[in-house]
């Protein structure tokens, strides 16, 4: 009697556990379920070879569709969007190499032990669970045909007066709507590899000759730089605003004291919790890159990037600055860059600060290091990716005098100061509290150098990249990211005052709002030639 009433019970829970976390509730179990009332008239109805098939066939589904939910779950929590069937597969590689660098390589064998177990205790479990309910009803099959009789009339009762419990309704679809959604998914990814081919046909400036392309920035240092999951919920949410504010306010007026002057927006990322990849491409090339096949498309292809029209000019060196990256990076040169610094060539001894490899005042440094302060020198353009204020945000670097920077070493004695990410995450009020601090470390970094070491022909270009996880946007669907150019040369700015940006750091609420996959375009529009 346990064994059936705990089968029943997983069963009632496959078929009623929604796929997202946010939405399991006690109500949400006592629903009625019309595929779990259709699979048992189907079972009574069916011989007894064809039901036996038919129960293992089902109950395996049922640990697919339970699984997947389980996959969905996850999905939300980082990227605030469900698991794609197409698209989504190497995510889970890149899930593997995040949980080696941040709890280290038994970590990851332990978590993807323990995931493959519950897989298949799933798949195993319902499977029997299914079957054992399938006999229990054959050997009582009067009493099963009218409870299943009762409960389907009770289904169509209640979806035809829509009676609810609380704001959850009784009868429901759910799994078939699932199923249905996930149909279309599939059929939208595979159609989305031709949308994609035609869109990234179109490019208005590969006839452009090299001379006239950039000629207003022609002589600058010009830096596209990257703050990882600076999104707008850091300007925005009530317990984080004040402090930001505050930070991008007195950024602004060291700026200012040093003769910069500064405008920002806001753009529309692709992405939201993760897949920074997938933002930098869009950013770069122009076009909508939402989905890793895109990204492969693209990166795979012969599309010019922002990066590739500076180096087409002749004008630039054109540089990458990416901390982050710590292994092989091939799609690297189709970015156009003449030369990459990863993790492993920025001079940097100290540790890593969870999953950043190398903290953002240090990266700054080293490109002052190793390129910009290097005299005699050409113009640069480089794209720098600051990570300091990558997910999990524990523990944190502090800023400290660039003078006692050095080979990095300093961080070890701070890295010991900081927080334990395992106690961090045990309350998402602390979440937020790291993550508003790591910006605004990101945020100084940078506005620290550019004072430090930035002059008449430097001109920086900096964003965020994606919002942050839904454990820190609490609930806010939107993509938004600050966008700002800072430059001390006056004519500079004047390119864009059509734009109607913000002065200062700081975009306003209603500043305007931009795809990302747009600003390609118009930049090298604003400082292309005058008319």
Known sequence: MGTTVLAALLVVFALLVPNRIERIEFASFLRIPAEGVLLAGLLLALPPRPRRITSVVAGAFLGLITILKFVDMGFYQVLARPFDLVLDWILIEHATDFLRETFGRTGQVLAVIGVLVLFVAVLVLTTLAVVRLTNLMVRHRPVATRTTL?????WITCMTLGVQLGTVPIATKGNAEFIGNRVEQIRAGLEDARVFEKQAAVDAFAKTPPDRLLTGLRGKDVLFTFIESYGRVAIDDPAMAEQTDAVLTEGTGRLEAAGFASRSGWLQSPVTGAGSWLAHSTFLSGLWIKNQQRYRSLTTSDRMTLTKYFGRTGAWRTVGIVPGVRRAWPEGTFFGLDHIYDSEHLGYHGPYFSWTPVPDQFSMEAFQRLEHGRKDREPIMA?????????????????????????????????????????????????????????????????EWMERYGDEDTVLVFLGDHQPVPTVTAGDTGKDVPISIVAKDEKVLDRVAGWGWTEGLKPAKDAPRWGMDKFRDRFMTAYGPRP
């Open 150 to 154: 009762v409960l389907g009339t009770a």
């Open 383 to 447: 794209e720098i990716i600051l990570a300091s204020s990558h997910n999990p945000w524990s523990p944190l670097a502090r800023m400290i005098d660039w003078e006692d920077l050095g080979d990095g070493s300093v961080f070890h004695r701070i890295k010991k100061e900081g927080t334990d990410p395992a106690e961090v995450w045990k309350d998402p009020e602390k979440v937020r509290a790291e993550y508003r601090k790591a910006i605004e470390y990101s945020i100084r970094s940078l506005t």
